[in-house]
Protein backbone atom coordinates (compact mmCIF):
# COMPACT_ATOMS: atom_id res chain seq x y z
CA UNK A 1 0.00 0.00 0.00
CA UNK A 2 1.00 3.63 -0.95
CA UNK A 3 1.46 6.30 1.85
CA UNK A 4 2.29 9.75 1.71
CA UNK A 5 2.44 11.97 5.39
CA UNK A 6 2.62 15.63 5.78
CA UNK A 7 3.65 16.01 9.21
CA UNK A 8 3.24 19.70 9.69
CA UNK A 9 -0.13 20.20 9.49
CA UNK A 10 -0.07 23.97 9.35
CA UNK A 11 2.90 26.73 8.96
CA UNK A 12 3.12 30.36 9.81
CA UNK A 13 5.54 32.37 8.89
CA UNK A 14 5.87 36.25 7.84
CA UNK A 15 6.24 37.48 4.68
CA UNK A 16 9.67 36.80 3.16
CA UNK A 17 10.74 34.35 5.54
CA UNK A 18 11.46 30.84 3.71
CA UNK A 19 9.21 27.72 4.41
CA UNK A 20 9.94 24.14 3.73
CA UNK A 21 7.00 21.90 3.53
CA UNK A 22 7.70 17.94 4.65
CA UNK A 23 6.55 14.97 2.64
CA UNK A 24 7.35 11.24 3.26
CA UNK A 25 6.31 8.96 1.29
CA UNK A 26 5.92 4.84 1.24
CA UNK A 27 5.07 3.02 -1.49
CA UNK A 28 7.07 -0.71 -2.79
CA UNK A 29 7.40 0.31 -6.47
CA UNK A 30 10.43 0.90 -7.97
CA UNK A 31 8.56 3.40 -10.68
CA UNK A 32 6.51 5.80 -9.28
CA UNK A 33 5.72 9.67 -9.89
CA UNK A 34 5.79 12.49 -7.10
CA UNK A 35 3.60 15.75 -7.11
CA UNK A 36 2.94 18.87 -5.40
CA UNK A 37 -0.48 20.78 -5.61
CA UNK A 38 -1.46 23.89 -4.35
CA UNK A 39 -5.12 24.55 -3.27
CA UNK A 40 -5.45 28.46 -3.00
CA UNK A 41 -8.56 29.92 -0.44
CA UNK A 42 -10.42 29.58 -3.61
CA UNK A 43 -10.39 26.00 -3.59
CA UNK A 44 -8.91 24.78 -6.75
CA UNK A 45 -5.86 22.49 -7.24
CA UNK A 46 -2.57 23.77 -9.01
CA UNK A 47 -0.44 21.53 -10.17
CA UNK A 48 3.26 22.51 -8.97
CA UNK A 49 5.50 19.56 -10.09
CA UNK A 50 6.18 16.52 -11.20
CA UNK A 51 9.53 14.19 -9.88
CA UNK A 52 10.09 10.76 -11.37
CA UNK A 53 11.62 8.29 -9.20
CA UNK A 54 14.54 7.83 -11.51
CA UNK A 55 15.46 11.78 -11.09
CA UNK A 56 16.83 12.57 -8.12
CA UNK A 57 17.89 16.07 -8.88
CA UNK A 58 16.65 19.16 -7.05
CA UNK A 59 14.76 21.39 -8.94
CA UNK A 60 13.78 25.53 -8.78
CA UNK A 61 11.09 26.98 -10.05
CA UNK A 62 11.44 30.92 -9.13
CA UNK A 63 10.93 31.18 -5.08
CA UNK A 64 10.04 27.66 -5.38
CA UNK A 65 12.79 24.81 -5.42
CA UNK A 66 12.23 20.69 -4.36
CA UNK A 67 14.33 18.63 -2.86
CA UNK A 68 13.80 15.04 -4.14
CA UNK A 69 15.95 12.56 -1.84
CA UNK A 70 15.18 8.76 -2.23
CA UNK A 71 17.23 7.34 0.41
CA UNK A 72 14.87 9.11 2.81
CA UNK A 73 11.36 8.52 0.66
CA UNK A 74 11.13 12.57 1.09
CA UNK A 75 10.15 15.49 -1.54
CA UNK A 76 10.44 18.63 0.36
CA UNK A 77 9.36 21.79 -1.01
CA UNK A 78 10.66 25.07 -0.25
CA UNK A 79 8.77 28.28 -0.84
CA UNK A 80 11.79 31.37 -0.52
CA UNK A 81 11.15 34.86 0.58
CA UNK A 82 7.37 33.94 0.69
CA UNK A 83 4.87 36.35 -0.08
CA UNK A 84 0.55 36.70 1.19
CA UNK A 85 -0.23 34.91 -1.98
CA UNK A 86 1.79 31.79 -0.95
CA UNK A 87 -0.65 31.27 1.45
CA UNK A 88 -2.40 28.32 0.72
CA UNK A 89 -2.74 24.56 1.49
CA UNK A 90 -0.03 22.25 -0.52
CA UNK A 91 -0.46 18.94 -1.08
CA UNK A 92 2.43 16.05 -1.92
CA UNK A 93 0.97 13.33 -3.84
CA UNK A 94 2.42 9.88 -5.11
CA UNK A 95 1.31 7.84 -8.44
CA UNK A 96 2.69 4.46 -8.91
CA UNK A 97 2.76 2.93 -12.00
CA UNK A 98 -0.50 1.04 -12.40
CA UNK A 99 -3.27 2.35 -12.33
CA UNK A 100 -2.65 6.05 -12.44
CA UNK A 101 -3.68 7.05 -9.18
CA UNK A 102 -2.80 9.77 -7.13
CA UNK A 103 -2.68 9.00 -3.10
CA UNK A 104 -2.43 12.55 -0.84
CA UNK A 105 -0.71 13.67 2.20
CA UNK A 106 -3.26 15.39 4.47
CA UNK A 107 -1.70 18.32 3.15
CA UNK A 108 -0.20 21.76 4.87
CA UNK A 109 -1.56 24.51 5.56
CA UNK A 110 0.32 27.44 5.24
CA UNK A 111 -0.26 30.90 5.99
CA UNK A 112 1.67 33.80 5.36
CA UNK A 113 1.80 37.31 7.41
CA UNK A 114 2.38 40.68 5.88
CA UNK B 1 -10.31 25.04 -23.76
CA UNK B 2 -12.68 24.44 -20.18
CA UNK B 3 -10.83 21.75 -19.00
CA UNK B 4 -13.02 19.97 -16.14
CA UNK B 5 -15.99 21.25 -15.40
CA UNK B 6 -17.86 20.19 -12.11
CA UNK B 7 -21.79 21.29 -11.51
CA UNK B 8 -22.73 21.94 -9.32
CA UNK B 9 -20.19 23.87 -7.34
CA UNK B 10 -22.70 23.67 -4.01
CA UNK B 11 -25.19 21.47 -2.93
CA UNK B 12 -27.30 21.12 0.46
CA UNK B 13 -29.19 17.53 0.99
CA UNK B 14 -31.31 15.56 3.28
CA UNK B 15 -29.94 12.37 4.51
CA UNK B 16 -32.07 9.46 2.32
CA UNK B 17 -31.75 12.09 -1.09
CA UNK B 18 -30.01 10.62 -4.18
CA UNK B 19 -27.92 12.95 -6.41
CA UNK B 20 -25.68 12.99 -9.43
CA UNK B 21 -22.62 15.03 -9.13
CA UNK B 22 -21.45 15.82 -12.70
CA UNK B 23 -18.08 16.07 -14.31
CA UNK B 24 -17.57 16.73 -17.88
CA UNK B 25 -13.83 17.17 -19.51
CA UNK B 26 -13.27 18.38 -22.85
CA UNK B 27 -9.49 17.24 -23.38
CA UNK B 28 -10.16 13.57 -24.67
CA UNK B 29 -8.36 12.55 -21.36
CA UNK B 30 -8.47 8.61 -20.93
CA UNK B 31 -8.52 8.67 -17.22
CA UNK B 32 -10.71 9.92 -14.85
CA UNK B 33 -11.39 10.08 -11.30
CA UNK B 34 -13.30 10.99 -8.02
CA UNK B 35 -11.69 12.21 -4.96
CA UNK B 36 -13.54 13.89 -1.66
CA UNK B 37 -11.37 16.34 0.39
CA UNK B 38 -12.08 16.37 4.12
CA UNK B 39 -10.43 18.64 6.58
CA UNK B 40 -6.71 16.82 7.74
CA UNK B 41 -6.92 13.99 5.52
CA UNK B 42 -6.19 15.10 1.78
CA UNK B 43 -8.01 13.76 -1.24
CA UNK B 44 -9.24 10.02 -1.37
CA UNK B 45 -9.99 7.89 -4.48
CA UNK B 46 -13.59 7.04 -4.67
CA UNK B 47 -13.93 5.98 -7.83
CA UNK B 48 -12.23 5.60 -11.54
CA UNK B 49 -11.98 4.74 -14.67
CA UNK B 50 -9.15 4.21 -17.32
CA UNK B 51 -11.88 4.63 -20.97
CA UNK B 52 -15.23 4.48 -21.59
CA UNK B 53 -17.23 1.76 -20.41
CA UNK B 54 -14.55 0.74 -17.66
CA UNK B 55 -14.76 1.75 -14.06
CA UNK B 56 -13.20 0.68 -10.63
CA UNK B 57 -13.29 1.13 -6.99
CA UNK B 58 -10.98 3.65 -5.25
CA UNK B 59 -9.81 3.98 -1.39
CA UNK B 60 -13.25 4.89 -0.21
CA UNK B 61 -16.22 3.75 -2.54
CA UNK B 62 -19.05 2.78 -0.51
CA UNK B 63 -22.17 4.84 -0.90
CA UNK B 64 -21.44 6.22 -4.32
CA UNK B 65 -21.57 5.14 -7.70
CA UNK B 66 -20.29 5.61 -11.54
CA UNK B 67 -20.53 4.91 -14.73
CA UNK B 68 -18.50 6.55 -17.75
CA UNK B 69 -20.83 6.10 -21.03
CA UNK B 70 -18.89 8.75 -22.96
CA UNK B 71 -14.95 10.03 -23.08
CA UNK B 72 -16.36 13.36 -21.61
CA UNK B 73 -18.33 12.17 -18.54
CA UNK B 74 -17.93 10.88 -15.45
CA UNK B 75 -20.66 11.11 -13.15
CA UNK B 76 -21.00 10.25 -9.34
CA UNK B 77 -23.94 8.89 -7.81
CA UNK B 78 -24.81 9.30 -4.19
CA UNK B 79 -27.42 6.80 -3.78
CA UNK B 80 -28.74 7.42 -0.58
CA UNK B 81 -27.07 10.28 1.07
CA UNK B 82 -25.56 10.53 4.84
CA UNK B 83 -23.94 12.93 7.17
CA UNK B 84 -20.78 11.29 6.64
CA UNK B 85 -21.14 11.96 3.02
CA UNK B 86 -20.32 15.79 3.50
CA UNK B 87 -17.51 16.72 1.63
CA UNK B 88 -16.07 18.70 -1.13
CA UNK B 89 -15.66 16.54 -4.47
CA UNK B 90 -13.49 16.58 -7.28
CA UNK B 91 -13.33 15.02 -10.03
CA UNK B 92 -10.15 14.83 -11.97
CA UNK B 93 -8.71 13.88 -15.84
CA UNK B 94 -5.48 12.48 -17.07
CA UNK B 95 -4.22 11.12 -20.20
CA UNK B 96 -3.44 8.09 -18.23
CA UNK B 97 0.93 8.54 -18.32
CA UNK B 98 2.38 8.71 -15.35
CA UNK B 99 4.45 11.57 -16.66
CA UNK B 100 1.82 13.70 -16.98
CA UNK B 101 -0.45 15.82 -14.37
CA UNK B 102 -4.10 15.44 -13.45
CA UNK B 103 -6.21 18.43 -14.09
CA UNK B 104 -8.85 18.88 -11.40
CA UNK B 105 -12.11 20.78 -11.29
CA UNK B 106 -13.33 23.51 -9.30
CA UNK B 107 -15.16 21.37 -6.45
CA UNK B 108 -18.13 20.46 -4.83
CA UNK B 109 -18.90 21.31 -1.49
CA UNK B 110 -21.53 19.00 -0.56
CA UNK B 111 -23.79 19.15 2.90
CA UNK B 112 -25.87 16.37 3.76
CA UNK B 113 -28.20 17.23 6.97
Known amino acids: AQKVTQAQTEISVVEKEDVTLDCVYE???????LFWYKQPPSGELVFLIR??????QNEISGRYSWNFQKSTSSFNFTITASQVVDSAVYFC???????????FGGGTRVLVKP | NAGVTQTPKFQVLKTGQSMTLQCAQD?????MSWYRQDPGMGLRLIHY???????DQGEVPNGYNVSRSTTEDFPLRLLSAAPSQTSVYFC????????????FGQGTRLTVV
Open chain 2, 92 to 103: ASSWGDLNTEAF
Open chain 1, 27 to 33: TRDTTYY
Open chain 1, 51 to 56: RNSFDE
Open chain 1, 93 to 103: ALIKAAGNKLT
Open chain 2, 27 to 31: MNHEY
Open chain 2, 49 to 55: SVGAGIT
